[in-house]
T-cell receptor, first 115, second 113 residues
């Protein structure tokens, strides 16, 4: 399967712990996005990478959140000192090169539950 | 500010009936518009997209959508719904040079046998 993959699919953690999620985009895609989706809502943009450069971050991305994409391949999203409000589905998407790149291909998501 | 509104949170239709899901957007420039479907445990799957040209676009699974600039709408339609169409549907607009998407809050479709 050459789609977008995310790991883990589910994560349960206690408040105050740190968690890290991984996203592997489609190999030839240079654009990578992270979104967060809470129950009953549409996905909300968190951050965007073009190759290894993080070019945009949402105000939703507090100082406890950090994302990286070393070498422009896979990406990680880390949440430090998790809070119950961080419980959500974290979605990763990738798309190919282009100013208006069109379709984003989404991974299955990582569901985070903070107890 | 850019935004997408899906007025219907939940819709129930009988199998075989027609379907229309509404989407209204607010965006200053020419919008790139999308409809995605999300089934339980599945990732978002693109149904169709509008960039330019013909305002009636065809997608997968028998879906179509019509872009109406005067009404700032991009409604999704299907002439005959199948039980497997039960899912959550999201309308989205692409914004800026980064291509990030702004999504509506979604419409949950339930199909009655």
């Amino acid at each position: 399967d050459t789609g977008v993959s995310q790991d883990p699919r589910h994560k349960i953690t206690k408040r105050g712990q740190n968690v890290t999620f991984r996203c592997d985009p489609i190999s030839e895609h240079n654009r990578l996005y992270w979104y967060r989706q809470t129950l009953g809502q549409g996905p909300e943009f968190l951050t965007y990478f073009q190759n290894e450069a993080q070019l945009e971050k949402s105000r939703l991305l507090s100082d406890r959140f950090s994302a990286e994409r070393p070498k422009g391949s896979f990406s990680t999203l880390e949440i430090q000192r998790t809070e119950q409000g961080d419980s959500a589905m974290y979605l990763c998407a990738s798309s190919p090169r282009g100013l208006r790149s069109g379709e984003q291909f989404f991974g299955p998501g990582t569901r985070l539950t903070v107890l | 500010a850019q935004s997408v509104t899906q007025p219907d949170i939940h819709i129930t239709v009988s199998e075989g009936a027609s379907l229309e899901l509404r989407c209204n957007y607010s965006y200053g420039a020419t919008p790139y518009l999308f409809w995605y479907v999300q089934s339980p445990g599945q990732g978002l799957q693109l149904l169709l997209k509008y960039f330019s040209g013909d305002t009636l676009v065809q997608g997968i699974k028998g879906f179509e959508a019509e872009f109406k600039r005067s009404q700032s709408s991009f409604n999704l339609r299907k002439p005959s719904v199948h039980w497997s169409d039960a899912a959550e549907y999201f309308c989205a607009v692409e914004t800026g040079n980064t291509g990030k998407l702004i999504f509506g809050q979604g419409t949950t479709l339930q199909v009655k046998p």
